[in-house]
């Protein structure tokens, strides 16, 4: 396709070695800029996604929970599955045990818990999350989170 505005890339640098990720994530970087280029990045590496992505979407179980600019997602995560996944990119300057652990299986995507999907391995899970799904909650400047924790 010559000329493309739009490129869905889903899960372009898993499994790959370091010398390949990079490469690959470097010609992302530079078809954006070159081409004027939108892209979609998939995945679940979110230190892949902060070297290419502008903004940042977090889904769990096919909903969205959060969602913001990279910087405000990666530096100061709101719901606690991104702040799960942003605990085990590797950051020199973080202590040891400040890793936020998640427990528990997954649950089907056919059978999504009752409340907040995430409820049954959230560690600060309350009674309302057992219940109500929460809805997206706009913050500034775009920021949104899906949370009873900031209702």
């Not at 230190?47 to 502008?54: M, Q």
């Not at 942003?86 to 059978?111: F, Q, Y």
């Amino acid at each position: 396709m010559v000329g493309p505005e739009f490129l869905v890339a889903d899960e372009p640098v898993s499994n790959l070695d370091v010398s390949a990720r990079a490469q690959i994530l470097n010609l992302l970087r530079d078809l954006r800029r070159e081409m004027n280029l939108s892209l979609l990045f998939i995945t679940h590496d979110l230190a892949a996604a902060w070297s290419v992505c502008d903004r940042i979407v977090v889904m769990y179980l096919g909903k969205i929970v959060e969602e913001g600019t990279r910087e405000e997602v990666l530096r100061e995560p709101l719901h606690p599955y991104t702040q799960a996944l942003v605990s085990v990119i590797h950051d020199p300057k973080r202590k040891k045990g400040e890793r936020l652990r998640i427990s528990g299986e997954v649950p089907s995507p056919l059978n999504v818990p009752q409340g907040c999907r995430f409820h049954p391995r959230c560690p600060f899970a309350m009674d309302v999350c057992r219940r109500v799904e929460p809805q997206m909650i706009q913050l500034k400047g775009g920021r949104a989170v899906a949370c009873h924790l900031y209702g």
